[in-house]
Structure formats: C-alpha cells, structure tokens
C-alpha cells in the first residue's frame, strides 16, 4: 500500500479505543452547506495524478442533493463528543502518534521515526488534546487532527452523521467548477490561497502562508459550494474503502466505493504538501491509509444521512 503523501506509513496496531455502545443525538454544531443534485466528471482531467493513486479515467458521476459540513470538524466539535461519550481516542489507547518533525514538543517523547520518511516521528502522548505531544495544546477553532478513521466513524454514530464517500466530497471541493485542478480554479499562484508547504521540504518552511502546522478552519476563502480548505491543511478521512481501480468498477450514480478493502480513503492533502514530494492538494488527488492510522496533518467532516 501507498502511505499518505507527506503523512505517516500505517501504524502496526491491533486493538479497538472503544468497545461499547456511543450514545447518539450529539450536538454537531458545524454549519452547513448544500451541495446540488448533479451530474460532474470526477476525476484528473489535467494529468497531474501520480501513478498508483488511481485518479482517471475522468467519468460522469450522478450524485442526489447532500448537507456536508462547511469546515472539517475541531477541536472544540470533538470535545463536545468526548465529554458527552467519554470516548478514548485510538492515539490515547495506544499511547502514541505520528508528529512532523519540527512540531514535537520535546525530543524526550519521542519513541522513534517512520521507516521511508523519518520526518515523522512516533510522539508518545500525541493525541488531539496534544497534537506535537505533552506540553502542547489544541485550539478550539482548528482542525481536530490525530483522528484514526475509527475515532471518526464513532463521532458521525455519535451526531448521527456520516463521513462522505470520495464521489461525494470531490462534487463538493470542485464547487460547480468543471475539470479544475483546485476549489478556486486552475492555478496555484498565490501563499494565500490554502494551507500548504512553503520552502524545502521537509527541512525549511518559509511560512509565507503563515502557519508551520494546522490553520484555522476558516482560513482563507470559502469555495462555490461554501466549503472552506478542502485541500491543505488537513488530510480528510471518507467512508469508502481504498483500490487504485475504482474508477473503473464504480457505479455512476452515487458510488459508494468497493465493498471490501483493507485501507480506507484520504482526500484533500495538508500543510504538508508541496510540489517537490506530494501534489495531493488537489480536488482529484487520492490516498488512503489503515483505518486505526492517526497522525498530526488528518481529520474529517462529516455529511447529513439520507441527504437531509
């Protein structure tokens, strides 16, 4: 398997971060936007998907009017679910994380680096509480990040949400634009445009957009859907399960992706990306990873059930 671009290889974990029943009827708080009933060609159109992730061939796809969040859910959003749940998160039952390099809060928590790309560190004690590990804190208006898609999954069972297929969430990001590479369109011509690396990856980070990690949720300027960065900042986690040939075995009317698989899809890239090692932050770029996978640069948002 392809580990995330600008993201950790998958953890070698086994175990569940909770077991019983969640209560529901949460208080999901994310305002949201309306995607239309339509007809768009998913897919690159432009040629710049890297070879193994699967994003052509270019095909119509039918999809029913969806609510989907207007931003990934934070901080605050998760800590509402935990205090209702006491949900332990995958990151907290393990005891560990992943951490870009020059995020961690000190080098005395570190257990070890991922094997292929040893910008990312095992952080003990990294979780979304403490998203560089102990001595660091979460802000409320920022993406909540190491979320496994496990920890997702249980907060849409919580709010009565689900996580949107990859079908559903590229018609969002492309915001009634036809074949464009971005959610604003063609070109990515300006540091204010999304959340992204800026510099010599992974070494130097010139910061021209303003942040070494995670931005706020409503950072820059939302698209024609009303949806804000839903590429940069955060690797987002769907509901479908990976294969590099889904394309060509998917319905086209509101596919769901394949009944089986063993990772599960990350749409969107992070303020990891950069051209030199990953061009994922596009509305055609995919991944995937294991679903009890966290890390610091991944969270989600979430979609109405039965389009409601």
Known sequence: MTAPCCGPAPHDRTGAAHTGALPTGGDHLVEQCLVPAQTFMMGDARGDGLWGDGEGPVHPVTLDAFSIDATTVTNADFAR????????????HFGYSAVFHLAVGGPEHVIGSV????????????????PGGPGTSAADDHPVVHVSWSDATAYCSWAGRALPTEAQWEAASRGGLVGQRYPWGDDL??????????????HHNTLDDGYLTTAPV??????????????GNVWEWYSDWWSPDTYSRASATNPAGPATGSTRVMRGGSYLCHDSYCNRYRNAARTSNTP???MANAGFRTVAIGNQ
């Open 81 to 92: 679910f935990v205090e209702s749940t006491s949900y332990v998160s995958e990151a907290e």
């Open 115 to 130: 094997a292929g790309t040893p910008w990312w560190l095992g952080v003990r004690g990294a979780d979304w509480r403490h």
């Open 292 to 294: 009890d996978s966290s």
């Open 189 to 202: 011509d300006r540091a204010d445009r999304c959340n992204i690396w800026q510099g010599e990856f992974p």
């Open 218 to 231: 409503r950072t820059y300027a939302p698209n024609g859907y009303g949806l804000w960065q839903t590429v």
